[in-house]
């Protein structure tokens, strides 16, 4: 199993462009997660989802948008980048309800001109 | 929701020395205390973990303990070693559905 993968490693955006963060498992979890990484901020959830089809907010939501339209994958919109959002992206997967942890991908850092 | 506090956010110890890290939490329906290291440069990895019917847990050099009635739940490092050098993190779940509310982190530094 590759377990969580996220594309791509780093990008730089200017700012008002648009792009996808791309998440995936291969390990049939239910729950997968969005978290930004600011220093001295530790980690907040952006978005999350229960399943296909199935996603909330979490703690900072603006600006940022989720789909999962399958299990295995959970894409990270940026409609219009600001400089804010310069962070270190992580997604994360569970089995599900009944297990509580959670599996990390190795990131992605993005800078916002 | 849940209000997860972490301290010290750096902790600088000599090898071989004890470390020790503390949270606190504001929920009290939360049941499930997982601590994450991370390295630099690396993605948060999950060392151990505990659960509200628990008092204490141990991993060889890493233990966690947990007060229900303060909120609050600790990680200690017996004979600290450099390889110990990360970012600690602390996070807190209601379990089941819920997605855990994690602590800014502790920086540990081990000087050899």
């Given at each position: 199993?590759?377990?969580?993968?996220?594309?791509?490693?780093?990008?730089?955006?200017?700012?008002?462009?648009?792009?996808?963060?791309?998440?995936?498992?291969?390990?049939?979890?239910?729950?997968?997660?969005?978290?930004?990484?600011?220093?001295?901020?530790?980690?907040?959830?952006?978005?999350?989802?229960?399943?296909?089809?199935?996603?909330?907010?979490?703690?900072?939501?603006?600006?940022?948008?989720?789909?999962?339209?399958?299990?295995?994958?959970?894409?990270?919109?940026?409609?219009?980048?600001?400089?804010?959002?310069?962070?270190?992206?992580?997604?994360?997967?569970?089995?599900?309800?009944?297990?509580?942890?959670?599996?990390?991908?190795?990131?992605?850092?993005?800078?916002?001109? | 929701?849940?209000?997860?506090?972490?301290?010290p956010?750096t902790l600088s110890v000599q090898?071989?020395?004890?470390a020790?890290?503390?949270?606190?939490?504001?929920?009290?329906?939360?049941?499930?205390?997982?601590?994450?290291?991370?390295?630099?440069?690396?993605?948060?990895?999950?060392?151990?973990?505990?659960?509200?019917?628990?008092?204490?847990?141990?991993?060889?050099?890493?233990?966690?303990?947990?007060?229900?009635?303060?909120?609050?739940?600790?990680?200690?490092?017996?004979?600290?070693?450099?390889?110990?050098s990360?970012?600690?993190?602390?996070?807190?779940?209601?379990?089941?559905?819920?997605?855990?509310?994690?602590?800014?982190?502790?920086s540990l530094i081990v000087h050899?």
């Amino acid at each position: 199993n590759a377990g969580v993968t996220q594309t791509p490693k780093f990008q730089v955006l200017k700012t008002g462009q648009s792009m996808t963060l791309q998440c995936a498992q291969d390990m049939n979890h239910e729950y997968m997660s969005w978290y930004r990484q600011d220093p001295g901020m530790g980690l907040r959830l952006i978005h999350y989802s229960v399943g296909a089809g199935i996603t909330d907010q979490g703690e900072v939501p603006n600006g940022y948008n989720v789909s999962r339209s399958t299990t295995e994958d959970f894409p990270l919109r940026l409609l219009s980048a600001a400089p804010s959002q310069t962070s270190v992206y992580f997604c994360a997967s569970r089995p599900g309800q009944t297990t509580d942890t959670q599996y990390f991908g190795p990131g992605t850092r993005l800078t916002v001109l | 929701g849940e209000n997860v506090e972490q301290h010290p956010s750096t902790l600088s110890v000599q090898e071989g020395d004890s470390a020790v890290i503390k949270c606190t939490y504001s929920d009290s329906a939360s049941n499930y205390f997982p601590w994450y290291k991370q390295e630099l440069g690396k993605r948060p990895q999950l060392i151990i973990d505990i659960r509200s019917n628990v008092g204490e847990k141990k991993d060889q050099r890493i233990a966690v303990t947990l007060n229900k009635t303060a909120k609050h739940f600790s990680l200690h490092i017996t004979e600290t070693q450099p390889e110990d050098s990360a970012v600690y993190f602390c996070a807190a779940s209601k379990g089941g559905s819920y997605i855990p509310t994690f602590g800014r982190g502790t920086s540990l530094i081990v000087h050899p």
